[in-house]
């Protein structure tokens, strides 16, 4: 069972920045597939972006292209989410999941393609 937790939601106001972590203890953590997912008050959970097992491909929702950057860790068990010019839109809680993918190169979308998710942080951006 992986057990994912992630970190560094907070309040920030419009424009500012933050960077999400998620992290396991797994010795197979290099092998899993890891994607963002946020959920804002009465709207259904969204894909924000997804990075491969290799951590060479990834992909992004097109509301965060060229705001929010994903990277992995593998020495660390970790990957983050790095968010700038954050927008009130933003504001959701983000979790973070894995799943064993089928190819090291392949990056996932669909919440139904995750396996193990983590708990959320609460991300509010706001004035």
């Known amino acids: 069972q992986l057990q994912l937790v992630e970190s560094g939601g907070r309040l920030v106001q419009p424009g500012g920045s933050l960077r999400l972590s998620c992290t396991a203890s797994?010795?197979?953590?290099?092998?899993?597939?890891i994607g963002w997912f946020r959920q804002a008050p009465g709207k259904e959970r969204e894909g924000v972006s997804c990075?491969?097992?290799?951590?060479?491909?990834?992909h992004y929702a097109d509301s965060v292209k060229g705001r929010f950057t994903i990277s992995r860790d593998d020495a660390k068990n970790t990957v983050y989410m790095q968010m700038n010019n954050l927008k009130p839109e933003d504001t959701a809680v983000y979790y973070c999941?894995?799943?064993?993918?089928?190819?090291?190169?392949?990056?996932?979308?669909?919440?139904?393609?995750?396996?193990?998710w983590g708990q959320g942080t609460q991300v509010t951006v706001s004035a």
């Open positions: 999941a894995a799943t064993w993918p089928t190819s090291s190169k392949a990056v996932l979308t669909s919440a139904s393609d995750f396996n193990y």
């Open positions: 990075i491969s097992s290799g951590g060479d491909v990834t």
């Open positions: 797994a010795v197979t953590w290099g092998f899993y597939a």
